[in-house]
């Protein structure tokens, strides 16, 4: 049964599978987490159930404390964050709500400071409606009480505005400057453990994937960032009830094929243009494996070449092919050569 549709990817799936695998490893509980890292007891529950998708920074930590290398991490990370959409962007800013001490202060706590106006003692707007009894500052002009409330609160709100647009500039100019630390130099000097091909094997962009047509030829589409927003040319449900993709990125030039709800011992295979062409295989090896995906390395691939799947049970079973062209997402791009950087 083959079907020109896509399913719900097992990314995530895959990536909490991770991140549990690597807290196990740590021996902390979600308190020792807590105290570990600068994301509260409640954000890493949610995190490793699943129920949001956990920032970049959080996957980073726990990284750290596990004495795993974050390169592979980070990049499953990124496709997991593609397929959420727009439920990572509030995610991503839900630990800043439940850090605790640790997280920056809120902006509008700088509005509690004085403004140019502020000449009565109590700081809130209801301190106009009268001074204390007894009070020697308020007591020889009551009348003029409520124009310097008035004047508090104006002060108050300009002091509240300037405060929050500092810390969103603030916000910005950091988020700027880590991110010009963290991409990629055109150099290739200094680059992100794990994640980034050897030299001159890329494409030179800092935001898109590290290789394009040649040069992504039996690399893994996860590391290479060519996941991240693929097409999916076909899917085909065995007989045995896995599910089987051809995966394509017309920015990579490139295809593979990943399956997932197979048993141990199943196997993908791809290939382009016709029996000829070079095989990518993967193999279900574990448990881990077979709860999650599994998915082949790259093909080169150009506009309308013939890509084939074929899925292999373990045992007797019958090997079950499919197949489909690749197509041009993006009509302006220009036609990928093979054999070309």
């Known amino acids: 049964m083959t079907r020109q549709a896509s ?17 196990e ?27 949001i998708l ?50 920056p202060a809120p902006a509008p706590v700088p509005a509690r400071r004085p403004g140019p106006a502020a000449v009565v003692p109590e700081p809130e707007p209801e301190a106009g409606r009268g001074a204390p009894a007894g009070d020697p500052v308020a007591a020889p002009v009551p009348t003029q009480a409520p124009a310097a409330a008035g004047n508090t609160r104006v002060g108050h709100r300009r002091t509240a505005v300037v405060a929050v647009l500092a810390s969103v500039c603030a916000a910005l100019l950091g988020a700027v400057v880590l991110t010009l630390l963290l991409l990629p ?23 898109g994937p590290f290789c394009r047509e040649a040069a992504c030829r039996g690399k893994d589409p996860l590391v290479m960032r060519c996941a991240a927003d693929p097409d999916t040319l076909v899917e085909h449900r065995t007989a045995g009830g896995a599910s089987v993709q051809i995966r394509y990125s017309d920015t990579c ?40 995906y599994v998915h082949t390395l790259m093909g080169v691939t150009p506009p309308g070449a013939l890509v084939q ?33």
């Open 54 to 103: 956990p920032p970049r920074g959080a996957v980073k930590e726990l990284c750290r404390l596990a004495g795993e290398p974050d390169g592979r991490c980070l990049a499953l990370w990124e496709i997991a964050r593609a397929e959420w959409g727009g439920r990572a962007k509030e995610a991503t800013r839900a630990p800043s709500a439940g850090a605790g001490a640790s997280a």
């Open 185 to 207: 130099h055109r150099s290739g000097a200094e680059r992100p453990v794990g994640t980034l091909p050897a030299s001159g094997s890329g494409t030179g962009s800092g935001s």
């Open 25 to 51: 490893r740590t021996g902390l509980s979600l308190a020792g987490l807590a105290e570990a890292t600068t994301f509260s007891k409640s954000s890493w529950e949610r995190y490793l159930n699943g129920r």
């Open 309 to 341: 799947g074929c899925f292999l049970p373990a045992g007797r079973g019958e090997k079950e092919c499919f197949e489909a062209r690749s197509v041009l997402r993006h009509p302006g791009m220009a036609a990928p050569v093979p054999g070309t950087p």
């Open 7 to 23: 399913s719900p990817s097992p990314e995530s799936a895959r990536l909490v599978l991770l991140l549990r695998q690597l807290r």
């Open 253 to 292: 030039g490139s295809s593979w094929a990943r399956m997932w709800g197979a048993r141990i011992g199943d196997r993908i295979e791809v290939r382009v243009d016709g029996p000829d062409g070079p095989v990518r295989d993967a193999r279900v090896g574990n448990r881990r494996e077979a709860d999650t």
